[in-house]
């Protein structure tokens, strides 16, 4: 069965870091494109980044660009989001996602004083 679960997410004030964690299960995860989305309150899912199988490849929204990071371990069959100077528009649920998965349950991530 193929399974994406996210971790990581909690509640950081403004100009602060988190990374956040997703592990593949069920499938090839070192052959895939992963991605990381999110969905900010009462707004789309937007994409936030992605990330070829090899890792060469990588675009990031405008919105994150210089501030977070995306990256993977396929040994670990894990995909990571290292985000740093968080600001308020930040907060979402966060979710990783491949072509051939469903959507997870996320992780929340709030930006807040």
């Known amino acids: 069965q193929v399974q994406l679960v996210e971790s990581g997410g909690g509640l950081v004030q403004p100009g602060g870091s988190l990374r956040l964690s997703c592990v593949g299960v069920g499938f090839s995860f070192r052959d895939l494109i992963m991605r990381w989305y999110r969905q900010a309150p009462g707004k789309g899912r937007e994409l936030v980044a992605s990330?070829?199988?090899?890792?060469?490849?990588?675009i990031y929204a405008d919105s994150v660009k210089g501030r977070f990071t995306i990256s993977r371990d396929n040994a670990k069959n894990t995909l990571y989001l290292q985000m740093n100077s968080l600001k308020p528009d930040d907060t979402a649920v966060y979710y990783c996602?491949?072509?051939?998965?469903?959507w997870g349950q996320g992780t929340r991530v709030t930006v807040s004083s």
């Open positions: 990330i070829s199988p090899t890792g060469d490849r990588i």
């Open positions: 996602y491949t072509v051939i998965s469903s």
